[in-house]
């Protein structure tokens, strides 16, 4: 993963803390950050897109939203990249400027339009004829003119899980570019409305770059023929989906070997794609990584509550549940589980799960894995994206606290939710 998050011997830390010491502080289950995780992966983008020094970085909100995170990350020179009224509202109470947010999303209620339009943020992205003009009304009930671009589908298969596909013409999102050429000159005759320019995302988690060429090809022959007909293209938004390492994220010769490892972006290759493909003139351009900057950085703790035997299987109980991390639930997502203290007691066959009342509260089936017992703690990896943004009090279950580690530091971003939370 990472050498923010690693072993050192047979213990696991996060950054130079104990994650043993940091659950019997703060309890399990446990989301833990790693501070300088994220700072790295940013880094890793930025120094990678130098080639195009006036490119924006738009930090993803729902990949992970806690307040101090997002201060973080804003801290490093990012906009925010929000798909909700109240993903407006968290960007601005983190010091995000209103002008470095935009708005996607492809149901918008009245309510998110008119939050982002009186906020007056840089730019509400726009997916359909229909909800065009309804920005425009609501701009003009406001006495306002909101600046918009155009969300289009290009139609390209990312190679992704088919939950997390976005960019194909049987998905919901986007105009399908066979007839956004309408839908943009519509926009461009509106008094209450600004067109800037055009937006594309085709999916979340991609490991091969051929879909994000295939996406620029067709995105910059679009702005082209918008400028040929007169109506100029100010940004192009090309989205995230820069995908990260699930498998072996940490290696370690006490720890199994994960079969079908993920593949790593070329960031440099990346980064020249897009600059031989979309640097237009007079036009910038804007990608929205969530996932990649958080991922790596984040760890939940859980402590294992009972093995059971049953029908030859070896089932792992632990207590987080997929109330507290849902990814393996909701599409069986695969992440590296470690115990936090390696023995090296050679592997077993296990499920681990989690004690919530659904067959799907599990996270790993059938998996090589040192053996545990009950007592024993033990890390889920690579869940800094999509985990607590996730999670839900289903079962009546309190929400676990997040914390953030920063060298030798910990600190509380998230109190644990309490029963009385519940009321």
């Known amino acids: 993963m990472t050498d923010q998050i690693k072993f050192d011997g047979n213990q696991l830390y996060i950054e130079n803390l104990k994650a043993a010491d940091l659950a019997e502080k703060y309890g399990t289950p446990l989301y ?3 501070s300088n995780q994220i700072t790295r992966k940013h880094r890793a983008l930025r120094n990678a897109f130098a080639v195009m020094p006036g490119m924006r970085i738009l930090y993803a909100l729902k990949a992970n939203s806690n307040g101090e995170i997002l201060k973080h990350i804003r801290s490093l020179g990012t906009g925010a990249d929000t798909v909700s009224g109240g993903e407006i509202f968290l960007a601005l ?4 400027s209103p002008g ?7 149901g918008k209620s009245d309510r998110d339009i008119d939050f982002a339009i009186s906020q007056e943020i840089g730019v509400i992205i726009v997916e ?3 909800e065009l003009e309804v920005v425009s009304r609501r701009a003009k009930a406001l006495g306002k003119v909101a600046r918009v671009s155009l ?5 390209v298969d990312a190679h992704t899980h088919p939950h997390i596909s976005t960019g194909l013409k049987e998905n919901k999102f986007g105009v399908n570019l066979d007839c956004a050429g309408g839908t943009v000159k519509l926009a461009a005759g509106m008094k209450n409305v600004e067109f800037v320019g055009i937006h594309s995302h085709i999916g979340s988690q991609i490991t091969d770059i051929e879909p994000f060429a295939e996406a620029a090809e067709s995105i910059r022959e679009f702005a082209l023929k918008l400028g040929r007909d007169g109506i100029p293209v ?3 938004d090309f989205g995230g989906g820069i995908g990260v390492r699930y498998r072996n994220a940490i290696k370690h010769e006490l720890l199994p070997h994960e079969k079908q490892e993920e593949n790593s972006i070329d960031l440099s290759a990346l980064a020249k794609l897009l600059k031989d493909r979309l640097s237009l003139p007079d036009c910038e351009l804007t990608i929205e990584p969530g996932r990649f900057i958080v991922a790596e950085a984040g760890v939940l703790l859980t402590r294992v509550l009972y093995r059971k035997e049953s029908s030859g299987r070896t089932f792992v109980v632990v207590d987080a549940g997929m109330n507290d991390m849902m990814r393996h639930a909701l599409y069986s997502a695969y992440h590296q589980i470690v115990p936090v203290e390696l023995s090296g007691s050679g592997f077993e066959t ?3 799960v989690g004690p919530v009342c659904e067959t799907t509260d599990s996270f790993a089936v059938q998996r090589q894995f040192p053996p545990v017992k009950r007592g024993d703690l033990v890390a889920i990896l690579t869940v800094g994206a999509y985990g607590y943004s996730l999670s839900s009090s289903y079962n009546s279950r309190p929400k676990p606290a997040e914390i953030l580690v920063d060298r030798d530091y910990a600190r509380v971003i998230r109190d644990r939710e309490t029963y009385e939370d519940l009321v």
Request: hydrophobic share 35%.
């Open 32 to 34: 833990v950050y790693s």
């Open 93 to 96: 109470r983190s010091g995000f």
């Open 100 to 106: 470095s947010i935009s708005l996607a999303g492809v």
């Open 128 to 130: 359909s004829e229909g």
């Open 151 to 155: 969300r289009v589908n290009p139609d």
């Open 234 to 236: 100010r940004q192009i």
């Open 350 to 352: 296990v499920d681990v």
